[in-house]
Each structure stands twice: as C-alpha cells, then as structure tokens.
C-alpha cells in the first residue's frame, strides 16, 4: 500500500485543521501522558481488534499523528492513515519510518469535505475495494456534511466491511459532572446543542457539531447500517479532568474496569460514542 503525502497548506484548509495542525507538534506531549485518553484509547482499541484481521487494508480518517495506525500495523493489519493536516500527516509518516512499518502504513493528506475526489482518484487507478475504516477521538465531529462522508466511505469498501466511527457523546456525563462542579453550566451542557457550536483551540476558532447516533446512522444509510454501540469514557473522565486524575493511577484502573462493563448498557453517557457499522450492498 502507498500513497503520496498531500501538499495542501495554510487558509485553504477547513478551520478545525487548521487549528489541529497548529498543535501537532506538541499533540503527543500534551495528550500521550494522560491517563485517562489511554484508557478511553484502550477502549477503542479493544474494538478495532475485534472488527479488523491480520491482513486487512483498512482506511484511517483524521488519523493525526499516527497512534492507532501504528498499534494496528503491528497486529499485521495495512492502514491508509489520512489526516487533513499536513504537520499531523508529516508526523505520523515520521513516527511510522522511525517504526519501520513504512511497508505497513501509508500516510495522505485528505480533507474529509474532499472524500468523493479521492474516491475518483482511488478508483479511477483501479485499486480494490478496502476491507475496513476507522476515525477515532471525533473528527467527524469537525465535518458538516455526513452523508458525502459515507457516500465517500462506502465507495471504497467492500460490502460487509467494516467502519468503527468514534465521535462525541452527546450527554457525557463526567464532562457535565466536571463543569458543573466548575460553576459552569454552559460548558457542561455545550454537546446538547444541535448545529453548529463554537470551539477554539491554539487561538484559531472553528465550528464543532454533536450529532446523536441516531442522526448518524440516518446519514450514512442506505449504505451502512449499525451493528454496535459502545460508550468511551463513561466512568473514566474526560481529559478535561486532566492532569489531576493521573495522579491516581488506582482510581483510573478501577474506573477503566467499569467502563468495560458498562460500555453498552450505559453507551449514551460516555465521552465519546463507538460506533461499528457495515457496508451493506446498497450500490452508489
């Protein structure tokens, strides 16, 4: 599998890559020795285990600076990683080649907004269908149009494929628990809104959108349908609470184990929603 980085930079870009490419550089720093984000990526991983085998070819969306792609290319699965940002692409493919996994993982730069021009680009040289997808920690929350996206998605993969979609809660409970207890009501309630809700990260402002899974699966229907739900972070808090919960290491461990138990029963109330769906035969 290869795939050329992308070159496009600078205004062009939607906002929220923009502002995600400001931090690149320090995003391991930042977010890598949090506890309570590698609990909820344990979480996730736990499920791209379970959907994706040793052999697959699967494509990653908002992929970052490679960290899911990387712990996948090392259980013998092939990932595309894609990434709107040209810094987070320049890194991962960096960290991949210190990996030597450069046979494993190819890495491109794609803007989610212009999924259809790379589907012509990937069928128009013939390449075969893929055997999965996965965009993990709500990058398609940063995307307004849902339904190009699973247009774009069910014309690279094969019927019966799998596509692991990782988004926002909409009623996280310990993020609401946590700005509550902050004396911030606005904040602890900001992910009931419907459209467009304003975000900002390294001084760059961008729009955020919290759909529920039910407006999902209708956007990606007639192609996909759900087939699981799981809650990230339902007992686990949200990073929002870092660094203070690191410091209880116990805690989180016990917190984590909950988490496993209640990750269905209790989905709806987790700071970030799973979601499996898979492609159905619906042609496009």
Not at 49 to 73: I, K, N, P, Q
Not at 158 to 168: H, I, K, N, S, T
């Amino acid at each position: 599998m290869s795939a050329p980085i992308g070159l496009r930079t600078g205004t062009s870009l939607p906002p929220a890559v923009q502002a995600f490419g400001q931090v690149a550089a320090t995003f391991d720093e930042r977010f890598g020795g949090w506890l309570s984000v590698a609990a909820q990526r344990r979480a996730v991983r736990r499920q791209l285990e379970r959907a994706f085998r040793r052999g697959d070819s699967v494509l990653e969306l908002g992929g970052g600076t490679g960290e899911d792609a990387l712990y996948l290319a090392q259980r013998g699965v092939r990932v595309l990683l894609t990434d709107g940002s040209p810094d987070m692409v320049f890194r991962a493919a960096e960290k991949v080649r210190r990996a030597g996994l450069a046979g494993a993982i190819a890495t491109r730069q794609l803007v989610l907004e212009e999924l259809d021009a790379f589907v012509d680009e990937w069928t128009g040289a013939g390449r075969p269908c893929l055997d999965g997808a996965f965009s993990n920690f709500a990058a398609l929350n940063c995307v307004a149009d849902l339904a190009s996206v699973a247009r774009g998605l069910a014309a690279l993969l094969r019927p019966g494929a799998p596509a692991v979609l990782v988004v926002f809660g909409t009623f996280p409970a310990g993020e609401i628990l946590l700005h509550l207890l902050k004396g911030d009501p606005a904040t602890a309630f900001r992910r009931l809104a419907r459209g467009d809700v304003p975000a900002r990260l390294a001084g760059r402002g961008f729009t955020v959108r919290y759909p529920g899974s039910r407006t999902i699966a209708a956007a990606f229907a007639p192609y996909f349908r759900l087939v699981r739900r799981r809650g990230i972070g339902i007992f686990v808090p949200p990073s929002a609470a870092e660094p203070t919960v690191s410091r209880w290491p116990g805690l989180l461990h016990l917190l984590e184990r909950l988490d496993r138990v209640a990750a269905a029963p209790l989905a709806l109330l987790g700071d970030h929603l799973l979601l499996q769906f898979a492609r159905t035969e619906a042609p496009i």
